[in-house]
């Protein structure tokens, strides 16, 4: 639907005075509160226009109205939507560099404190990042460490026990081998299964090598990645306060990882800015939340997604700015590591 830039002005105006108080706007608040060179007349006929399109609500029988989930649609994306100004966070970048979880675990919280409301902040599945190093330290005469580290900073480490004592030349073979064969190579593909099989290896190495292989199996079988959640208690708190329902829903799914990344699925393969409202979310114990979310990730390729939900009644402006800044922080930090 198209509104005059007039409609579009007092929409605005109901919005975010209804996000400051929670109480339906009227006509003379409008007229007393802003300035648009129209009689209180005007704005009320505006306000009944605006009503008939579905984008008001009149719930009393007072002259308040307050947004519908259509209107808070249009909001966003007609008039939020049209001010790009990311707002960075204050991560630690050493920190950060040093190991992909502290950082994500930081912007989590650091996101909930900057808009006061639930941040989700979704881990890389491990399946879509690459070797980094590897390391092959011989522990005793029979035991032996593998060390897997990935391009998102992720550590996993598999000990295993062999027969024969191991070769101490043989260990160094192996970590040498494999860091020139496997660094750079994306996990869960052929490379690194021809690395193990390659004509090259003397049945010595290829045995060995073989023991070793159930490590980078283990990595792989790590699918999906983590979530990083900071606020909960400010969301629960914050509905509450409005009076919403499903509450002991919404503690379920949030105590449940799984229906969260299925929500934060399609923000990931979508496009730069995620918004859903209301019951766009589709979840009925949902309706009176909104979702905003964003990719981060390297070399147009995303690996995550930063977002903040909360009642739908929500600031819109600076949730949008705040999850932006928090993507490109992280894809700042991630290219340097990549």
Known sequence: MALTPRQELVLGAVVEEFIASGSPVGSKLLFESHTFGIASSTIRNDLAALEDLGLLDHPHTSAGRVPTDSGYRYYVDTIVQQHHDPSALPLDPAAARSEIDDALEETAEALSRATELLAIVSAPSLATTAIRHIEVLSLQPHVVMVVVITTT??????VFRVERPIDEGLADFARVYLNERLTGKQIGTRAIDSAFMSNELGPKERAFLGALRPAFEIVVSNEPGGLHLGGTARLLERLSQQGASHLNDIV???EERYNLLRLLAEALHGPDLYLRIGRELGDPSLQACSLVAATYGVANRNLGTVSVM?????????????VRGAAATLSSLLEETW
């Open 252 to 254: 379920a799914l949030l």
């Open 153 to 158: 900073g992720s550590v996993t480490k598999r």
């Open 310 to 322: 909360g009642p739908t009644r929500m600031d819109y402006h600076t949730a949008i700015s705040a």
